[in-house]
């Protein structure tokens, strides 16, 4: 039944250490999103696939990137984490077009750093 | 981008009606309001959306004000599964080809009493 699903629900990983989340989708949609949400906070834009095409927003750190390899997988990668990078990060999807792009989230990944 | 203001949070009894306000007020003719909660340790999920006139699904009630400076969304029956944190949101007819992400104010949290 999941349709946006993101493996793992918890990541610990170490100061410096390189950490790749995951996001997959069965609906087939042609639009996949990254947010990151700090603790108490609403969910921010990192950047997102319209198909191919990487949308980067102006504000987001050199540390994040992102692969789509396929239609279904998207991946966030952080290059190098700071303890300021723990929190969750949600992936969304949609199909793009004008009135509604309703955006499907999944339960997200609680990122811990230490 | 057009604003919202909602108030932080709002108290509300089970099994009774719910009106969340939100104002935008300089929303423009082809923004769309959209509204998504999120529960708690959940990603945010779609609840409706609408341009000028009053919409109905059957998760929520939205209500548009005349002058579209406002609108709320309303819950006809508040259940304890409804406690979650409310996001209205408004996007543009055309941005980004009907991609672009949202940019999530700080929401309302309701909470509902037994």
């Known amino acids: 039944d999941a349709m946006v699903i993101q493996n793992p629900r918890y990541q610990v990983t170490q100061f410096g250490k390189p950490v790749t989340l995951s996001c997959s989708q069965t609906l087939n949609h042609n639009v996949m999103y990254w947010y990151q949400q700090k603790s108490s906070q609403a969910p921010k834009l990192l950047f997102h696939?319209?198909?191919?095409?990487?949308?980067n927003e102006a504000d987001t750190p050199d540390n994040f990137q992102s692969r789509r390899p396929n239609t279904s997988f998207c991946f966030l990668d952080i290059r190098s984490p700071g303890l300021g990078d723990a929190a969750m990060y949600l992936c969304a999807t949609s199909r793009a077009g004008p009135v509604k792009n309703i955006q499907y989230f999944g339960a997200g990944t609680r990122l811990s750093v230490l | 981008d057009a604003k919202t203001t909602q108030p932080n949070s709002m108290e509300s009894n089970e099994e009774e009606p719910v009106h969340l306000p939100c104002n935008h007020s300089?929303?423009?003719?082809?923004?769309?309001i959209h509204w998504y909660r999120q529960l708690p340790s959940q990603g945010p999920e779609y609840v409706i959306h609408g341009l000028t006139s009053n919409v109905n699904n059957r998760m929520a009630s939205l209500a548009i004000a005349e002058d579209r400076k406002s609108s709320t969304l309303i819950l006809h029956r508040a259940t304890l599964r409804d406690a979650a944190v409310y996001y209205c949101i408004l996007r543009h007819l055309y941005s980004g080809g009907g991609a672009d992400g949202l940019t999530f104010g700080k929401g309302t949290h309701l909470i509902i009493q037994p």
């Open positions: 696939y319209y198909d191919k095409d990487f949308n």
């Open positions: 300089t929303i423009s003719g082809t923004d769309y």
